[in-house]
């Protein structure tokens, strides 16, 4: 099955940047299908940050549109997340969500471990 390795998550004052990474490994992808990142505040249920979809495109959540930019390596083995402008609301584990088709007719669907990523007002 796919593994994914989250990286970039840090403390970062208002308005700065972070750059987070999601990269997958341990079967060759044979298609990739769709990944994303999610997040999740304390006290509050998980939520879509940024998707990127092979049927339906680039998708943001409303909070983030025109602050964070979610991309994929050409190689498709990795996405990532670049976060501008960052708010306190932005605090929260950002997990990783990874598709993939590793055979023919089989679907990895794989979550990352998260990453913690604080912004301090």
């Known amino acids: 099955q796919l593994q994914l390795v989250e990286s970039g998550g840090g403390v970062v004052q208002a308005g700065g940047s972070l750059r987070l990474s999601c990269v997958a490994s341990?079967?060759?992808?044979?298609?990739?299908?769709?990944a994303g990142w999610y997040r999740q505040a304390p006290g509050k249920q998980r939520e879509m940050v940024a998707t990127?979809?092979?049927?339906?495109?680039?998708t943001y959540a409303d909070s983030v549109q025109g602050r964070f930019a979610i991309s994929k390596d050409t190689a498709d083995n990795a996405v990532h997340l670049q976060m501008n402008s960052l708010e306190p609301d932005d605090t929260g584990v950002y997990y990783c969500?990874?598709?993939?088709?590793?055979?023919?007719?089989?679907?990895?669907?794989?979550w990352g471990q998260g990453t913690q990523v604080t912004v301090s007002s």
């Open positions: 969500n990874f598709q993939a088709f590793t055979k023919p007719m089989r679907l990895d669907d794989v």
């Open positions: 341990g079967m060759p992808i044979l298609t990739f299908n769709a």
């Open positions: 990127v979809s092979r049927s339906s495109g680039i």
